[in-house]
């Protein structure tokens, strides 16, 4: 998995490429270089794009609490089949079940 040091550095890169600069020296390219080919030109493009929505998908997991996503154990959910089949109802949704069931 790449770093998001690694994708914003690599954003730099193609972003100085596409407005025709020499990523290193901050130059204008010569114009017969291939970056300023215009279907090269619009591929770069896509791949910037692509780079940002790659980052901005990191920093969302990154605000995620630890444990979404993961698959639980055969454990946890028997865990909770358990205590879901020993518990009561919470009133709050028992009188709404039963208000909805009576104005149907």
Excluded: C, Y
């Amino acid at each position: 998995m790449l770093s998001r040091n690694q994708i914003k550095k690599a954003r730099t890169v193609i972003q100085s490429l596409v407005h025709g600069l020499d990523p290193e020296t901050g130059e204008d390219l010569p114009k017969e270089d291939t970056a300023n080919r215009i279907e090269v030109n619009r591929s770069m493009s896509i791949a910037l794009t692509a780079l940002e929505q790659v980052e901005a998908r990191m920093v969302r997991r990154s605000q995620l609490p630890e444990g979404v996503g993961k698959t639980w154990t055969e454990e946890e959910e028997q865990q909770l089949k358990a205590e879901f089949a020993g518990s009561e109802p919470d009133p709050a949704h028992r009188d709404e079940a039963q208000s909805n069931r009576s104005s149907n």
